[in-house]
Each structure stands twice: as C-alpha cells, then as structure tokens.
C-alpha cells in the first residue's frame, strides 16, 4: 500500500461514499476522488422499491449527504464521466471523456447490475427493472398509468416493488421459477410466511411457473405467456431476478474475478494497491464456508470503514456479522447472519400473529436468524454472532418461554 498519491474511488455509490466519509472522518489527508457513472449525487437505494414507488419518499429524501459534503470534506466527484479501463502500468483510470486520473490507492465500489430477461418481447416498452434512480422515476411513471403488473422473480426487488404496487392498488401478479419466494435467501419458513402476506393483500403469485415470451402492441408489453401456457395480462413488467456484480473493469485490468472481484480479508485484490468493496466484490468471511458477494447496505458501510482504517494505518481483517432487513406488505423482516448452509431451525414465536422468529443452526451451532416484527432477536442475534459465542441451543429455543435475552453474556 502506497502512502502518497489520490485515493480514487470508482463508483459513486453507498459503499465509494463511504469511503470518502470515513476516510476524512479518519484524519485522512491525501486527495480523495469518486469517480461515478451517474450524473446524480450519491443516493440510497433501498427506498426506490419502496417508498419512492409510492410516493412516501421524495428525490430530495434520498440524498446520502447534504449538498455542500463534497466541498466541506475536500473530496472531488467526478459524476456522469465512468472509469472505462484502469492502467495499472502507470496508476492511472482512462475516463469515458478521455481524461486520466492518477491514484495512489484504487478502490472499486462499481455495484451490480440487473440480470436481464432472454426471452422473445423482453425489449418492449413497459418491460423494466429497477437499480438505479433513473429506473425508480421511469417504474413510478408506468406505474402511475394504471394497468396490470407482472412482477418476474419472487426475490428482495420484486416483492418489495409487488407490495408497493398493490399499496398504490394496482392489479399484480408475482411469477417465481422457484417453488417458493426467496428460495435462495431465507427459510421455508419465512418464504410460505411472505407468500401468505401478499394473498393476503391480493397479489396473484404463482410458483414454479416461468415466463417463455412477452407480446406486445404498437411495442409495448401488453400480454405474457408461462412454460405451463398461462396468458397474463401486462401493462408492466418488472423484471427482478437478480444481479451480475459489474467486473469488467477489474477483469480487463488483470485481475481475479469470479461471481465479483476477488478480495483477502482485508478486502485487497491481487495488486496490494487496488480494493473492492460492497456489491461488486467477493470476500472470505468467518460467518461462511466459502467467500461471499453480498448486497446490503450494511456490507457496504463497514467495508468502507475497513478499507478506510487500512489506509489510516489501523488495518484489521473484515469480519462484520452481515445483517439485511426488507419491508413487505407493512411488514418488517431482519435477517442476521449467513443460513443457506442450516441443517436446522427452530420457530420462537408466532407465526400466526405475524411476530416470530426463526433460529437457524448448523451442526448445533447458532448461525443466524430472521425476525418478523421481533427487533429485539434480530439485534441480539447480531450481537451473539458478533462475540463468537456458541449462543443458545436449538433445544433451548425450542422450550416453553424461551428468552433469547438469557444467552447474552456481558461482553456481548
């Protein structure tokens, strides 16, 4: 790691953001520069699938800093002008304009974007996905127009914008290839709890059904067609079926990629001068088998913090417990640690009256946790994996009056 020259930031997202704050927050020194591909200011992301769509939250509510932060804390944006290549040759990125900016230390926060749809009318007017800003404004357009919205992937994106739609109370139908929502990130458990809430709210959801082809008039969406020969109507498409971390600027520049760029646990690439955090990278972590790419705020926060702390002379490995939350049908859901691997859960609680929580464990051992309106299990889930405690049993959950409380020690 270099002690001279700009630390340059490529993106202007959360996570680049972050960087810059903690780095001053710091008392670092040297130049700081984001670098972005958008033209708007930093902003947050998780409210333009929710509130945003609805109208509860405006533009102005979702700037991450007041105007002026960028002055007032020394650092350069420069916005709307990408990074197309890094040169790590001479330490320098090639901006879209031709520009070139020297860096000491690189920092990639270059996100993630939406996995697009393969099949015949995916091109057509009305079919949308929703990343960035830009997205919000188009989806909240479409869907002020009224109509029928067909929401293609039962994850994170397309049920919160499936709830948000029916708040505006349009017709909406979720199709999901998977036999339950959110297969891939929570519990049975959670996923037949979630399915339930949005009947319930009356969004149509059909699993294990997949969309062959969309039809169109006059070249906007108007009609899709299932692998089962179901024909839906579809004034709005929502496409939310995942996200590819963006690596080809890392790629192109030597580097090891591999579903994100590649990173230690102090969150350097292979070059000891170049980092990559939030969305786009993938990491090691004490709460995993294997590395890990995610996508949260909370990983995007305190990776920065930890970039942030090794460029101040503080380095420490990255081992931050993770933590995701969404809202759904005026429902708030938190989620603590990693469960895909769980070989076991455990339900505290009640589903039935909307308040629960489920415990998930791995060889006996508490791995994580997700909490329907229980703030309480998700904060002191948090910290019990924070300790690296064993935490309670599944047989202490499992008993009459359980008290997550009780398993706290005083260091936790």
């Known amino acids: 790691m270099r002690d001279t020259g700009p630390v340059v930031v490529v993106g202007a997202g959360h996570a680049a953001l972050e960087t810059a704050a903690a780095l001053r927050a710091a008392g670092h020194s040297r130049p700081v520069i984001l670098v972005g591909a958008e033209s708007a200011p930093p902003y947050a992301r998780p409210p333009l699938s929710k509130g945003y769509l609805t109208g509860r939250v405006g533009t102005e509510e979702l700037w991450l800093r007041p105007e002026g932060f960028f002055a007032r804390q020394d650092v350069t944006a420069v916005l709307g002008d990408p990074v197309v290549e890094i040169d790590r040759d001479s330490d320098r990125v090639r901006l879209a304009s031709g520009g070139r900016i020297a860096y000491g230390t690189l920092v990639l926060a270059t996100g993630a974007r939406p996995r697009r749809l393969s099949v015949p009318g995916a091109d057509l007017d009305g079919v949308l996905a929703l990343r960035s800003l830009r997205d919000a404004r188009e989806l909240r357009r479409a869907l002020g127009a009224g109509g029928n919205v067909l929401v293609v992937g039962?994850?994170?994106i397309g049920l919160e914008v499936a709830s948000a739609a029916r708040g505006l109370g349009l017709r909406v139908t979720v199709v999901?290839?998977?036999p339950r929502l959110m297969g891939r990130a929570v519990t049975g458990t959670l996923s037949?709890?979630?399915?339930?809430?949005?009947r319930a709210?009356?969004?149509?959801?059909l699993l294990d059904r997949e969309l062959v082809a969309l039809r169109g008039e006059r070249g906007r969406v108007r009609v899709a067609e299932l692998n089962d020969g179901t024909r839906l109507a579809a004034d709005v498409v929502v496409v939310g079926i995942g996200v590819l971390p963006n690596t080809g600027l890392a790629a192109q520049a030597g580097l090891t990629t591999g579903n994100g760029v590649v990173v230690d646990r102090w969150l350097r690439t292979g070059d000891r001068n170049v980092y990559a955090i939030g969305d786009c990278a993938r990491f090691p972590t004490p709460h995993a088998a294997r590395p890990v790419r995610l996508e949260s705020v909370q990983n995007a926060t305190e990776q920065a913090a930890c970039v942030a702390a090794a460029l101040t002379g503080t380095r420490r490995p990255y081992t931050a417990v993770p933590w995701f939350w969404t809202e759904q049908c005026g429902v708030r859901v938190q989620m603590a640690?990693?469960?895909?691997?769980h070989d076991r859960e455990v339900v505290a609680g009640s589903p039935a009256e909307g308040r629960f929580t489920v415990f998930c464990f791995r060889a006996g051992r508490l791995v994580g946790a997700e909490s329907v309106n229980r703030s309480a299990d998700h904060l002191i889930t948090r910290r019990l994996l924070a300790a690296g405690g064993a935490g309670p049993a599944p047989d202490d959950v499992a008993r009459p009056g359980f008290d997550l409380r009780r398993h706290l020690?005083?260091?936790a």
Request: charged residues 15%; without cysteine.
């Open 176 to 178: 999901e290839a998977g």
């Open 201 to 205: 709210e009356g969004t149509r959801v």
């Open 337 to 341: 640690g990693l469960t895909g691997q």
């Open 192 to 198: 037949a709890h979630l399915a339930e809430l949005h």
């Open 154 to 156: 039962g994850g994170f």
């Open 409 to 411: 020690s005083p260091s």
